[in-house]
């Protein structure tokens, strides 16, 4: 029985456990397929639009679907992207779902002063995203709960077990959907996709570095953006975008302008700037 156990279980880690992060170029090992990746990420959205309160509110949703679909584009994925804004200023916030839908928090605009700065949270939640973090984390999650039943092969294993295993850990996942904490490696790496993908989406990288001093300070040093919660520590984080700058730099410069829309006045920003925005 064993045997037939790992004679199924190890061509499923071979044929679907090889992936790579983009950008990082990172090995990955991801059990899901791309279908059942979808699928959880229509579950965390369903369960998301029963809780939260979406709101039409053009302040909001303009910057988030110009800064999105900036964004989006820059991934060079055709997923079929949507931006909502919900409407809660208690949550300084925002995720991506596996599907391409991003969700931005109203409670985020209060740390957010040009659209480069919302594009630095925007571009860092869609990097979990396509680097199939959550899909990642719940293939661990799996591994770990295969790994248990082989060991409790002596008493009862077989691929029916397995199959259980798997529904379970799809559970898990789709419980808690985005919530699912991502680990710091994660958080670096979301980090540094994002980065790039905001310079590659023309928006000035340096203000990535501006945002997160200045949310740093604003909270005592402390996060709290509940997904954030595992982030980095942010002189670790600094350290790190400043590393990637001159590259980030490079991609700015010789970025595609050609899109670029002027910011809207009466927009939500902390502070009135078009930075991010200008085209000279
Ligand atoms: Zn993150």
Redesign the pocket.
């Known amino acids: 029985m064993k045997r037939i156990f790992l004679a199924l279980l190890i061509p499923i880690l071979l044929i679907t456990g090889c992936a790579k992060a983009p950008v990082t170029g990172r090995t990955q090992l991801i059990m899901l397929s791309p279908q059942q990746e979808m699928a959880l990420g229509f579950q965390a959205e369903r369960e998301i639009f029963e809780s939260e309160k979406v709101t039409n509110d053009p302040r909001f949703v303009e910057p988030v679907q110009r800064v999105g679909h900036r964004i989006a584009k820059a991934t060079g994925l055709d997923l079929d992207w949507k931006f909502y804004v919900i409407e809660n200023d208690k949550v300084p916030n925002a995720f991506c779902l596996a599907n391409g839908h991003v969700f931005v928090y109203t409670g985020l605009f209060k740390y957010i002063d040009n659209d480069a700065q919302l594009a630095t949270v925007m571009a ?2 869609i990097a ?1 995203a396509i680097a199939h973090h959550v899909a990642e984390r719940i293939s661990v999650a799996q591994l770990t709960g295969i790994a248990t039943a082989i060991a409790a092969e002596a008493i009862h294993s077989s691929a029916n077990e397995y199959q259980q295993l798997y529904e379970a850990a799809l559970g898990i996942g789709s419980q808690v959907g985005v919530m699912l904490p ?1 680990s710091r490696m ?2 670096s790496e ?1 980090d540094h996709i994002g980065l790039i993908l905001m310079a590659e989406a023309c928006y000035d990288p340096r203000e990535a570095l501006k945002f997160w001093e200045k949310f740093a300070k604003a909270n005592g040093g402390e996060e709290p953006i509940v ?2 919660s595992t ?1 980095p520590a942010t002189k670790q984080r600094i350290e790190q975008l400043k590393r990637l700058m001159p590259r980030a730099m490079e991609i700015y410069k010789t970025c595609d302008r050609s899109r670029l829309t002027p910011v809207k006045s009466g927009e939500p920003y902390a502070a009135s700037s078009t930075l991010g925005e200008r085209v000279d």
Do not use: P, S
Request: glycine share 0%.
């Open positions: 860092h939640e979990h991502y994660q958080e979301a997904y954030f982030h």
